[in-house]
């Protein structure tokens, strides 16, 4: 199994402001991914982080909003930029090896104000 | 495009009972089917995978069921206790990616 942790895990930021989500794995992954919970809702897959490489979003998040790094197989970061109150949500990192179990981190709770 | 759905959307039932909660799924080309546990304002437990190939999997008081075919999946829970309050998600992974598509959960109580 894999270990995710998160920073920060929660935090309150002003309208128009970004913020930087760290995500690291206490063991090499195949995939890292991003999701969103919003409030109420279940989860919603962001994007695909590659490791070295651009990141590769679903429908309805691109990189200016949600640009996103992999320097390596154990480390990502999700930055949600130009940030307004309907960001406010749970950002979850996961990552799993081919088609195993995938593990989540405990999350970044984050609300704009 | 999966769609996942949950049955019921929330439960209610005293310590002791057995219960099932329910999931199906619209695209039954699937690679594995994976059930997770929420606590508020938590992050994801991995509870139990299966596998498209199998038809279930078991820890401890927990079974989960896979009929692929069907596009069903079940997880009953024995001997319910109020330390198994929290939302149950369900989850699919497709045939031909790697992505998780979620359920919208099943939001249990066991009162004691």
């Known amino acids: 199994s894999a270990v995710i942790s998160q920073k920060p895990s929660r935090d309150i930021c002003q309208r128009g402001t970004s913020l930087t989500i760290q995500c690291q794995v206490d063991?090499?992954?195949?995939?890292m991914f991003w999701y969103r919970q919003q409030p109420g809702q279940s989860l919603t897959l962001i994007a695909t982080?590659?490791?070295?490489?651009?990141?590769?979003?679903e429908s309805g998040f691109v990189i200016d909003k949600f640009p996103i790094s992999r320097p390596n197989l154990t480390f990502s970061t999700l930055t949600v930029s130009n940030m307004s109150p309907e960001d406010s949500s749970i950002y979850l990192c996961?990552?799993?090896?081919?088609?195993?179990?995938?593990?989540f981190g405990p999350g970044t709770r984050l609300t704009v104000t | 495009k999966q769609e996942v759905t949950q049955i019921p959307a929330a439960l209610s039932v005293p310590e002791g009972e057995n219960l099932v909660l329910n999931c199906s799924f619209t695209?039954?080309?699937?690679?594995?089917l994976q059930w997770f546990r929420q606590d508020p304002g938590k992050g994801l437990t991995s509870l139990l995978l299966?596998?498209?190939?199998?038809r279930e999997q078991t820890s401890g008081r927990l079974n989960a069921s896979l009929d692929k075919s069907s596009g069903r999946s079940t997880l009953y829970i024995a001997a319910s206790q109020p330390g198994d309050s929290a939302t149950y998600l369900c989850?699919?992974?497709?045939?031909?990616?790697?992505?998780?598509?979620f359920g919208k959960g099943t939001l249990l109580t066991v009162n004691p």
């Open positions: 695209d039954s080309a699937i690679y594995n």
């Open positions: 996961s990552g799993g090896t081919g088609g195993d179990e995938q593990y």
């Open positions: 982080a590659n490791q070295g490489s651009e990141a590769t979003y």
């Open positions: 989850a699919v992974r497709g045939g031909s990616n790697y992505k998780l598509t």
């Open positions: 063991s090499q992954v195949t995939m």
């Open positions: 299966i596998q498209s190939s199998q």
